[in-house]
């Protein structure tokens, strides 16, 4: 945990230790980011206001290294340019000051059950390239232009390339949870995607697994 209002820390670390968790502590930006580089920790807290180092260069640094750790970002300021920065930077969850330590418990063990995978900033399967920071897509290096609904689909499926992804789960991906139109609308991003990635190449790599959802295959 790298926090730097020493009462919170020690308190929260304190807290974590009786649930059992083994917690090393940094009061600053630069031991906080070299004991997440020397030490393979399963999850790291860590505050956005630090001296010397803030958390978003903490958290850009690591994830630049290849380190992909889960880190949990906390904050004081609750803001949506505050946790699109964090989550832009490699974060995978966030928390704005003042929180309750039992949803900063929940939130670390939901992290501690995903474990550390890596996500490398452009995914590959197979020939097809997806960047999702830069919003584009190529395939055999030829660029292919996609709608923003189009690229949240494939960008679902692109992450867990290889399993089946249901419908409901494309449509948590491309709509907001708010969204209450025709399911059948995911059937058509994935017959345009299909004309877009697939068809002109001659490939068939984006699969439908009949009552189960869709696969990408490399």
């Known amino acids: ?5 020493r009462r919170l820390a020690d308190l929260l670390k304190d ?8 917690v ?28 010397y180092l803030d958390g978003n260069a903490i958290c850009a640094r690591l994830r630049a290294a ?15 340019r505050d946790e699109a920065q ?16 039992m949803v900063l418990l929940a939130r670390v063990r939901a992290l501690l059950r995903r ?8 995914i590959t399967v197979g020939d097809l390239k997806v960047d999702p920071a830069g919003l584009r897509c190529s395939r055999a290096e030829i660029p292919i232009a996609l709608t923003p609904k189009e690229f949240a689909i494939l960008h679902g499926l692109a992450r867990r390339a290889g399993e089946v992804i ?21 059937e058509v991003y994935i017959s345009a995607l299909r004309r877009k990635i697939d068809k002109p190449f001659g490939r068939a790599t984006l699969v439908t697994v009949r009552g189960a959802g869709y696969r990408l295959e490399a």
């Not at 945990?1 to 209002?5: G, H, L, N, S, T």
């Not at 789960?169 to 907001?176: H, P, V």
């Open 1 to 5: 945990m790298v926090e730097d209002e």
């Open 15 to 22: 807290g974590l230790a009786g649930e059992g968790f083994a």
């Open 24 to 51: 090393d502590l940094a009061y600053d930006g630069r031991e906080g980011l070299w004991l997440a580089t020397e030490n393979p920790y399963d999850v790291v807290i860590l505050d956005v206001m630090l001296p």
């Open 66 to 80: 290849g380190i992909w750790t889960p880190i949990l970002m906390l904050t004081a300021r609750d803001t949506a």
């Open 86 to 101: 964090a989550l832009d930077n490699g974060a995978d969850d966030f928390l704005s000051k003042p929180f309750s330590y």
């Open 115 to 122: 474990g550390i995978r890596e996500r490398p900033a452009v």
């Open 166 to 186: 249901t419908k409901t789960e494309l449509l948590s991906q491309a709509w907001d949870f708010a969204y209450d139109g025709d399911s059948n609308i995911v």
